[in-house]
């Protein structure tokens, strides 16, 4: 299916900038030859507490950095590809567990992968909303228990 049929909204000339902006996650946009981080939306550069563009994407994470060319394989070879294998490095702060997922496209200068990059802690924290949430619709029926 092409991008028209995909997008028949007019919404095929959004630049991968404008796409990064619009998307609903922390994410970057990663050359996957050089390690180095092409675009990242402002949602990003909150999580890690700083501007990213420039910067090798595997200095903002703890981990393996053969796990990381296992996520990039993956991602280019299956498409769509996720990974906890590693932690969020912000300043002044300890690592914190986070969950990449990417997806790649290739473009006039080669391959990118747009990673979306979640803090686990951020999900637990909206987990245990949703918990509190529904236990307090759920009634004093339930509060018993």
Known sequence: MDAATRYPSGMTDLTPDSILDLWP???VIVDP???RIA???GDAERL??????GESF????EGDPGEMVVFADGVQHFGRYWTRAFR???PGRDPAPCELAGTCQDGPDGPRLLIAVLSL??????QDLT???NLHRSGLLEWKR
């Open 25 to 27: 996650w922390p994410a």
């Open 58 to 61: 595997l200095s903002c994470l």
């Open 48 to 53: 890690f507490g700083r501007a990213l563009a």
């Open 131 to 133: 918990e509190a949430g």
């Open 121 to 126: 802690e951020e999900m637990q924290a909206r």
């Open 88 to 90: 969020l490095c912000r």
């Open 33 to 35: 030859r050089t390690d």
């Open 39 to 41: 675009a990242a939306n």
